[in-house]
């Protein structure tokens, strides 16, 4: 600040991560986006929370206090799937694993509230954007508040934050009090009954779901995507000729017309009333029915606005949620991605030498140093993940001409580039330019997925941009490999035979990471995945096209332990795949409740969001019943079906091949899943999963010495063992 003559900051952002000036790091591009529009902004990166000092350095902020966790939620960055510490925090130097605290956000919020009590506090970032409403927290098992309630902040930002942000600083600039910003899309905010800006609107009763006996027609949450398209009076499919079904789950009836139909108030005016926070923590049926309309208002097109309300401090106030942003336009994108990033670490990071290697060396960093962001988002709608809910399901890509440049950027500046390329994608490698054909059937659609149970006629499929984008990076002066190590959607992948042959030919370093997630229609229903099929055909293409390239790469296939939905026979079934096609998994992933994913909701309630819910005993389909695998025993075993080859797992797995019926699996044959012997020198697994014998040698795989991965909400989001998705900025592996 004194370098730059500045007497005071407009913006300060606080954040859990270390700071990369990098578009990768979420607080990178807000701290560039609002620096463009002349706002002057500083940035305190991982300070220490036990004390007010550190949130008071750059002093009273003329604007705002931003606030955020980091690129990943606290909590999922602290603790493994097993509720254990984790070893190590990617995104701080030398790995450090106790740099930030538990549940970041509300700590952060609190001692910026205690450096300047009178400055607004704007909470960003996935930690906010995934726990916006009342939802389940695996870590102390019992559902929150919003944490826009517990954090006591003036607004929350979810999604893809650029817009909101740069008008809320220019709002806040020009004299307007925080508490009038109520209208921005992408913001939730608490507001009281008496507030004179909810004058207007008409608020829809879904507090509850279906009962039986009404006679009333009511509006329908669970209305299919033809069924909102013929609403909207376009087709969604060509061969979709079904009638609509009309359910009765809302309460809300306004004044039917001269033909005797209902007359719904304007969708921009409209609130839909979730249950409450009291409500949805003591019924499962009702949390899992909140979850459900929840992700039907995601489309930027045609979503509502949702209030939750919360009983604090003796007074009920409710969490009003806008709807979504709408997605960036490629100029824009291009603008965020071309402001003048310094591509890496602060020199606060640096050794004596200005190396960040080392104890300072930011795993994070490092891991995405050479890879380029080309898009954001993902329509694949995977129950487990949380790419929807923070960047949306409607594809937003750059231009080629800015990838391009950004290639070159990195070329002629960033130290140590030997000319490769880790990754050209983001949050789904081959979904470049990919998005409805009709931009009037894509503003009315409410499916959740845009591929299952299959692909959507209406969906553009075409490859072909990317093939040219790869065949352009590669023919750059000094790009010797350019490599694809984001999560690749093979069902799309196979609709595009050439795409294939470009990926296989030239863009694939040996091994290629895919993740069909199981194998058995049971848990894949309940993942919103495609059929172990597809996986089929792409790794009968893939195998041809490196015959043909005169190569030897092979396909590393990851899969979900303890999904829910899951049953015992699933996971033998999916062990005996493994067996037959010869894969030895060395790290396994077992499945990770993140906030407010649809498989979530499962895991805490028990019941299928995605079928519809109902309390009418004539309708026991719309109130499936999920297996739900919980217990420290039977997520080992699972876990353990996935590694069968591993002595430490083969008593668990007898006892349980016993208690299956199964024992016809039991011996030294080929077609037997375990010998009947234990091996001298080998135990039982411990509770970490590991034996607790001295270990010989690695087990030869198929993929020795991959990065472990966990799935769920932010973990879904992982360049393979971190995180680097934070406000819509970009998305490695899924």
Known sequence: MDALGWDSCDVVIVSGDAYVDHPSFGMAVIGRVLEAQGFRVGIIAQPDWRSTEPFAALG???LFFGVSAGNMDSMINRYTADRRPRSDDAYTPGGAPDRRPDRASLVYTQRCREAFGDVPVVLGGIEASLRRIAHYDYWQDKVRRSILVDAQADLLLYGNAERAIVEIAHRLAAGEPIGRITDLRGTAFLRRDDDPTAQGWFEIDSSDVDLPGRIDTHVNPYQTTSGQAAGEGVRCAKDDDAEVVTARPLHFVRQADAGGRIRMPPRERSVIRLPGFEQVKRDPVLYAHANRVLHLETNPGNARALVQRHETGGRARDVWINPPPIPLTTPEMDHVFGLPYARGPHPRYADANGRHDGPTKIPAWEMIRFSVNIMRGCFGGCSFCS???????????????????????MRDKVEGFTGVVSDLGGPTANMYRLRCKSATIEAACRKPSCVYPGICPNLNTDHAPLIHLYRRARALPGIRKVLIGSGLRYDLAIRSPEYVRELVTHHVGGYLKIAPEHTEDGPLAKMMKPGIGSYDR??????????????????????????PGTRDEDMLNLALWLKRNGFRADQVQAFYPSPMATATAMYHTGRNPLKGLSRDPARPDLLEAVDVVRGERRRR????????HDPANWPLLREALAAMGRTDLIGNGKRHLVPAFQPAGTAPATRSGKSSAPRRGALLTQHTGLPPRETGGARRETGRGIVVVKDGRRGRGR
């Open 637 to 644: 075993l699972h876990k353990a079906f996935l590694k069968y």
């Open 387 to 409: 790419i929807t809910e923070h960047e949306g399901r409607i594809i937003q890509s750059r231009s080629e001409d800015s990838v391009i440049r950004e290639i070159e950027d």
């Open 60 to 62: 009273r902020p003329n």
């Open 538 to 563: 792409f790794k009968a293409m893939f195998d041809r096209f490196s015959a043909e390239a005169g190569k030897q790469q092979f396909l590393i296939p990851y899969f979900i332990a303890a999904h």
